[in-house]
Structures are given as structure tokens and as C-alpha cells.
């Protein structure tokens, strides 16, 4: 094991044992430098059998959690293999296992419940979008994270794998019995995204009943078998999800998902009081029917009246002062008529009239788009990637760093979806630096650095010479231009150290300042609004900021540079 107190690779200092495994010890660590906390999980060589195998698995791991980027799933920071171990530094993710709380306090409240296995839903459509699909295999309470804010994460990676649509069956049975769906045992086909389905419909079981069914009888009855109290709907959704044959189950993690929202509507005696409502209406169209004309002109106004009432929500929900009761009215239009686009772009206004989008915030808009993308998409592509452009600009400008990385899938949607080239090209600029976001001026293992300095000075260059528009929307380029001035600001040093040349630095700060003045000539004293205002004075302050620090050229650490 680690010492307490210990120093590792010169810059993680080990402050306790947060957890232990069958093969590992998790040890809470300070980067003292930084003043940040991580996790480092250490397999030690000594105490494991074949152990080339279990660092291969390990690297498996560590590999596919770098390439992720979602707020219920840890990141990467740093991998270490030494003589006597091998090391992973990554997230330390505050809270205790749910685990934990069902040994502590039993079976959890239904409405908590559903909450996180929303969130979990999140999270495993996330993966399974992944190119390949990635399949967990490994859902169950002890490695779900509850946090102190209420929001969960999920941990360890170490049964995950790629789908592959050419086997037929995994190679490897891994999971956890009673969780584990039955083809993770072998001779029942290959694992895919039902399998995860599965898997969390036994969490969702343990949680809400408190009896585990990785226990014997490994068995999973009805719900209201163990308390009547609960919910019938939340019962139906739960066997559907274990049914043994993958086609029985749901399909995807988008239909639990809604499932999931709408799990009151399952329950037996709200089916009751829509059947009666059913028959009431069935009734009333037959005495319709009997007067053909009358029949097709109740099929026209039954229309009008849809589309009067979505338009009627989205109108009250726009000239309403009070948050919830917009978000609310908006919220019943995407119900009504979900590939419609009013709702959704009224909502994001309603979440930015502070110009912030925070991480809860943003999980209330994604979840929303991400359940009726494929209506949205069939509607209206262009109308879809305009969408997609709105809500990635506000998570990379108007959030903090977790939120530029976040905005990288939605650019991804702009580039899938839009024709208009101009925004295909600066989706892609601004989607290569979401995606690297967190390596700019890290070093890897081996002292080189992981993104190219001149090729992250290109990519913000690109930004400044690219013309946005018809010139009339001057929000964006003002947004990208003090990005690009904190950029050269905050990361002078790994400019300088990445072989930029200081032409080249000033050259790109001239060019800012150029532009800048032609806006303000021509734009900013006509639109004086204190949003435009202040992203005019803010990128000056940061031009010259970086014009008096200029390029760093200190020795280069194994730390890396830059912030």
C-alpha cells in the first residue's frame, strides 16, 4: 500500500484510504501545487495474480474513460506504472456508494429512486452513442456514487467493453450475478445496450425494495410483493427491463428514459381513469362517425386544436416573469407536440436569462432535446442544427470549464446536421478544443506534450479570421473573440515554450483589436446592451493583459504549462 504522506510522481501527495477492492486500494490525494483533490486507485503487483492480464484490463479502462465527457462519469487525469505498482489518477468524486446508503438506511424512497436511475439512463445512453457503442455490463449500487448535491456518478470501468457488431457472443462472462443479464453468462449472444437495461433494472429493484438480487434466490418478484405502497408503474417499467429476452426489454435508453418521466401514467389506477376517458371518447367518435362529413371535419379540428393549444402554452410561457411557471408551460408544449422547436429554444432562453447555463440546467435542456432528437431531427435537420449550435455556444461561452468540454457532442450535432458550411467549419474549430480542453499544456508520461501548441494557436487563429454571418449577429464573434483573448492571456507560457513566435502572438492580438474596432464602429453603439458591453470591455482588458505579460519562455516541468 501507499504511505500516508507520501509524495508520488513528485506532485500527488497521498492524504488517506477511501476505499478497498478485491485487487486495488483508493486513496484520497492533493495536487498541493494546484490545491485540487483526486482519487488514485493502485493495483500493486505483488498482490495480484497475473497481473499483465489485469493491467492490460486496466488500460482497457483508463483508455476509454479518457475519451469520455459527461458529468456522471469521472475523468482521467493522469496514469503511473511503477516498479511495484501500477497507478490511476483520476476525479475524486465526494459522497459514498449507494451501496453504502442501503446498508445504512435500507431501501431508498421511490421518488429518489427514479431520479437517479434518470440520471444513470443519462449516462448509459451517452455510452451506448459512442462510435463504437461502449457496453458498462457492470450496473449495480456499489458503483454508483451518490454525491452530496443529490446527483450520482457512475464508477468503474472494468467489464466495459466496445460493442462489435460483427460477434456473436462475448468472449468473457463479467458481471455481477443478479445484476447480469442473462447473455453476459455465455450462449446467449452478445452483450449490447439491453444488457445495461437490464442491469439497471435490478439496481432500480435493490434500491426500491431493499432485498438484493445478488443474493440467493437470485430473484427478482414484483415490487409491491415486498411493499404495496409502491408504484405500479415503477413495477411494470422494472420487469420490463429484466425480461431474460433482449427483445422483450426496452431498446434503448432513451425509451426507459421516458419511460421513466412518465411512469405515473403506468400506474393501475391512472389506467383506469384513462380507460373510462377512453371509452367516454370512443363513444363520442361513434356517434361522429355516423355523419361522414362530420367525421372529417372533427379530424381537421382535433388538429387545429392541437396545434392551438401548443401554440397557445409556448405564447403563455413566453410573456410569463415567474421561471418555473414558464419552464412548466413549456415543458406541456414538448409534450403535446415533441418535434415542434418553439419550446426548447423558449426554454434554453428562459435558462440563460442570468447569460449562465449551469451544469443542472444544462442536464434539463439536454435530457429534454435528447429524448425527442430523432423527431426533432426528422421535422427539420437545419432547425435541429441550429438548436444543437445554441445549446453547445452557451455550455463553451457561458459555463465554466466542465461546460466547454460538455459542448463538444452538441458541436458534433452541427456538424452532423447543418448544410450551411460556414457553421460546419466553426463547429468543428470549436469542438477540436472542447475535446482537448483539459490537455492544453499537460504533459503525458513520457514528458511530450499531448496538444500541439502551434496546432491550438491555428485552431484559435481560425476562430478570429472566420466571418460569422451576414455581420448582423455580432454576439458570437464577440463571445469568440474574448475566448481567444483569455486564451492568449491565460496561456502564454505554453505558447511560448510550443515554438509560437511572438509575431505570430501579436499578429493574432492586432487582428482581435482590428476586428473589435470594426464592431464597435459599426455595431455597439447602435445595440447598447450591457451583454455586448461587456464582452467588448472584457476582451480589451484581456488584449492588453497579454500584451504586457507577453510570451513566457520559463523551463518546461513535467508538469506541463499554461492553465
Not at 48 to 57: A, R
Not at 86 to 108: H, P, R, W
Not at 112 to 121: A, G
Not at 220 to 243: D, F, V
Given at each position: 500500500?501507499?504511505?500516508?504522506?507520501?509524495?508520488?510522481?513528485?506532485?500527488?501527495?497521498?492524504?488517506?484510504?477511501?476505499?478497498?477492492?478485491?485487487?486495488?486500494?483508493?486513496?484520497?490525494?492533493?495536487?498541493?501545487?494546484?490545491?485540487?483533490?483526486?482519487?488514485?486507485?493502485?493495483?500493486?503487483?505483488?498482490?495480484?495474480?497475473?497481473?499483465?492480464?489485469?493491467?492490460?484490463?486496466?488500460?482497457?479502462?483508463?483508455?476509454?474513460?479518457?475519451?469520455?465527457?459527461?458529468?456522471?462519469?469521472?475523468?482521467?487525469?493522469?496514469?503511473?506504472?511503477?516498479?511495484?505498482?501500477?497507478?490511476?489518477?483520476?476525479?475524486?468524486?465526494?459522497?459514498?456508494?449507494?451501496?453504502?446508503?442501503?446498508?445504512?438506511?435500507?431501501?431508498?424512497?421511490?421518488?429518489?429512486?427514479?431520479?437517479?436511475?434518470?440520471?444513470?439512463?443519462?449516462?448509459?445512453?451517452y455510452l451506448h452513442s459512442r462510435k463504437p457503442?461502449?457496453?458498462?455490463?457492470?450496473?449495480?449500487?456499489?458503483?454508483?456514487?451518490?454525491?452530496?448535491?443529490?446527483?450520482?456518478?457512475?464508477?468503474?470501468?472494468?467489464?466495459?467493453?466496445?460493442?462489435k457488431s460483427s460477434s456473436v457472443e462475448d468472449?468473457?462472462?463479467?458481471?455481477?450475478?443478479?445484476?447480469?443479464?442473462?447473455?453476459?453468462?455465455?450462449?446467449?449472444?452478445?452483450?449490447?445496450?439491453?444488457?445495461?437495461?437490464?442491469?439497471?433494472?435490478?439496481?432500480?429493484?435493490?434500491?426500491?425494495?431493499?432485498?438484493?438480487?445478488?443474493?440467493?434466490?437470485?430473484?427478482?418478484?414484483?415490487?409491491?410483493?415486498?411493499?404495496?405502497?409502491?408504484?405500479?408503474?415503477?413495477?411494470?417499467?422494472?420487469?420490463?427491463?429484466?425480461?431474460?429476452?433482449?427483445?422483450?426489454?426496452?431498446?434503448?435508453?432513451?425509451?426507459?428514459?421516458?419511460?421513466?418521466?412518465?411512469?405515473?401514467?403506468?400506474?393501475?389506477?391512472?389506467?383506469?381513469?384513462?380507460?373510462?376517458?377512453?371509452?367516454?371518447?370512443?363513444?363520442?367518435?361513434?356517434?361522429?362517425?355516423?355523419?361522414?362529413?362530420?367525421?372529417?371535419?372533427?379530424?381537421?379540428?382535433?388538429?387545429?386544436?392541437?396545434?392551438?393549444?401548443?401554440?397557445?402554452?409556448?405564447?403563455?410561457?413566453?410573456?410569463?416573469?415567474?421561471?418555473?411557471?414558464?419552464?412548466?408551460?413549456?415543458?406541456?408544449?414538448?409534450?403535446?407536440?415533441?418535434?415542434?422547436?418553439?419550446?426548447?429554444?423558449?426554454?434554453?432562453?428562459?435558462?440563460?436569462?442570468?447569460?449562465?447555463?449551469?451544469?443542472?440546467?444544462?442536464?434539463?435542456?439536454?435530457?429534454?432535446?435528447?429524448?425527442?432528437?430523432?423527431?426533432?431531427?426528422?421535422?427539420?435537420?437545419?432547425?435541429?442544427?441550429?438548436?444543437?449550435?445554441?445549446?453547445?455556444?452557451?455550455?463553451?461561452?457561458?459555463?465554466?470549464?466542465?461546460?466547454?468540454?460538455?459542448?463538444?457532442?452538441?458541436?458534433?450535432?452541427?456538424?452532423?446536421?447543418?448544410?450551411?458550411?460556414?457553421?460546419?467549419?466553426?463547429?468543428?474549430?470549436?469542438?477540436?478544443?472542447?475535446?482537448?480542453?483539459?490537455?492544453?499544456?499537460?504533459?503525458?508520461?513520457?514528458?511530450?506534450?499531448?496538444?500541439?501548441?502551434?496546432?491550438?494557436?491555428?485552431?484559435?487563429?481560425?476562430?478570429?479570421?472566420?466571418?460569422?454571418?451576414?455581420?448582423?449577429?455580432?454576439?458570437?464573434?464577440?463571445?469568440?473573440?474574448?475566448?481567444?483573448?483569455?486564451?492568449?492571456?491565460?496561456?502564454?507560457?505554453?505558447?511560448?515554450?510550443?515554438?509560437?513566435?511572438?509575431?505570430?502572438?501579436?499578429?493574432?492580438?492586432?487582428?482581435?483589436?482590428?476586428?473589435?474596432?470594426?464592431?464597435?464602429?459599426?455595431?455597439?453603439?447602435?445595440?447598447?446592451?450591457?451583454?455586448?458591453?461587456?464582452?467588448?470591455?472584457?476582451?480589451?482588458?484581456?488584449?492588453?493583459?497579454?500584451?504586457?505579460?507577453?510570451?513566457?519562455?520559463?523551463?518546461?516541468?513535467?508538469?506541463?504549462?499554461?492553465?
Open positions: 500500500m501507499l504511505e500516508i504522506g507520501s509524495l508520488i510522481d513528485g506532485k500527488y501527495k497521498i492524504l488517506r484510504v477511501v476505499g478497498k477492492g478485491g485487487m486495488s486500494v483508493v486513496y484520497q490525494a492533493v495536487n498541493e501545487k494546484a490545491n485540487k483533490i483526486w482519487a488514485i486507485k493502485e493495483v500493486r503487483k505483488d498482490g495480484v495474480q497475473n497481473f499483465e492480464v489485469v493491467k492490460q484490463n486496466l488500460i482497457v479502462e483508463t483508455e476509454l474513460l479518457k475519451r469520455f465527457n459527461h458529468p456522471n462519469l469521472p475523468s482521467i487525469i493522469d496514469v503511473i506504472d511503477s516498479e511495484d505498482s501500477f497507478l490511476i489518477v483520476m476525479d475524486y468524486i465526494e459522497g459514498n456508494s449507494l451501496n453504502k446508503a442501503l446498508e445504512t438506511s435500507g431501501a431508498q424512497s421511490q421518488e429518489d429512486v427514479i431520479e437517479w436511475s434518470k440520471q444513470l439512463c443519462d449516462v448509459l445512453g457503442p461502449v457496453i458498462y455490463r457492470d450496473m449495480k449500487p456499489a458503483n454508483v456514487m451518490l454525491k452530496p448535491d443529490g446527483n450520482v456518478s457512475l464508477i468503474d470501468f472494468g467489464t466495459a467493453r466496445e460493442f468472449t468473457t462472462c463479467l458481471g455481477t450475478q443478479g445484476y447480469a443479464a442473462p447473455e453476459q453468462y455465455g450462449g446467449h449472444g452478445q452483450t449490447d445496450a439491453r444488457t445495461d437495461i437490464y442491469c439497471l433494472g435490478a439496481t432500480m429493484y435493490h434500491l426500491v425494495t431493499g432485498h438484493n438480487p445478488s443474493t440467493p434466490p437470485y430473484e427478482m418478484y414484483p415490487i409491491r410483493q415486498w411493499n404495496p405502497a409502491l408504484s405500479s408503474g415503477l413495477e411494470e417499467i422494472i420487469i420490463k427491463c429484466t425480461q431474460r429476452n433482449p427483445n422483450d426489454r426496452y431498446q434503448s435508453c432513451a425509451e426507459l428514459l421516458y419511460a421513466l418521466d412518465h411512469y405515473q401514467d403506468l400506474d393501475i389506477e391512472n389506467k383506469k381513469v384513462q380507460n373510462l376517458k377512453w371509452k367516454t371518447f370512443l363513444v363520442s367518435i361513434i356517434l361522429t362517425i355516423v355523419m361522414f362529413v362530420g367525421a372529417i371535419g372533427f379530424k381537421f379540428g382535433a388538429n387545429a386544436v392541437t396545434a392551438s393549444t401548443y401554440d397557445s402554452l409556448v405564447n403563455q410561457a413566453a410573456n410569463t416573469t415567474e421561471t418555473d411557471s414558464s419552464l412548466g408551460l413549456y415543458k406541456e408544449a414538448i409534450e403535446i407536440e415533441p418535434s415542434r422547436f418553439e419550446a426548447y429554444t423558449g426554454i434554453l432562453k428562459v435558462l440563460m436569462s442570468d447569460d449562465l447555463l449551469t451544469l443542472d440546467e444544462y442536464k434539463e435542456i439536454n435530457g429534454l432535446v435528447f429524448k425527442n432528437e430523432k423527431g426533432l431531427i426528422s421535422n427539420d435537420r437545419s432547425e435541429f442544427a441550429a438548436l444543437a449550435k445554441e445549446i453547445a455556444d452557451d455550455m463553451f461561452f457561458c459555463s465554466d470549464g466542465e461546460g466547454i468540454l460538455m459542448s463538444a457532442n452538441w458541436y458534433k450535432r452541427v456538424v452532423d446536421n447543418t448544410s450551411n458550411q460556414a457553421d460546419k467549419d466553426n463547429a468543428n474549430h470549436l469542438m477540436t478544443i472542447a475535446n482537448n480542453y483539459n490537455n492544453i499544456g499537460q504533459m503525458n508520461n513520457k514528458g511530450q506534450m499531448v496538444i500541439d501548441a502551434k496546432e491550438y494557436f491555428a485552431t484559435l487563429t481560425n476562430l478570429v479570421d472566420y466571418q460569422y454571418g451576414d455581420g448582423t449577429n455580432i454576439l458570437v464573434p464577440l463571445q469568440l473573440y474574448q475566448f481567444v483573448a483569455n486564451q492568449l492571456y491565460d496561456r502564454n507560457d505554453f505558447f511560448g515554450k510550443g515554438g509560437v513566435s511572438e509575431e505570430e502572438y501579436n499578429g493574432l492580438l492586432n487582428e482581435i483589436e482590428t476586428k473589435m474596432a470594426s464592431i464597435e464602429v459599426s455595431e455597439i453603439y447602435l445595440n447598447n446592451t450591457e451583454r455586448l458591453r461587456g464582452y467588448v470591455d472584457a476582451t480589451k482588458d484581456q488584449l492588453n493583459r497579454a500584451r504586457t505579460s507577453g510570451l513566457g519562455r520559463q523551463p518546461m516541468t513535467s508538469e506541463g504549462v499554461g492553465g
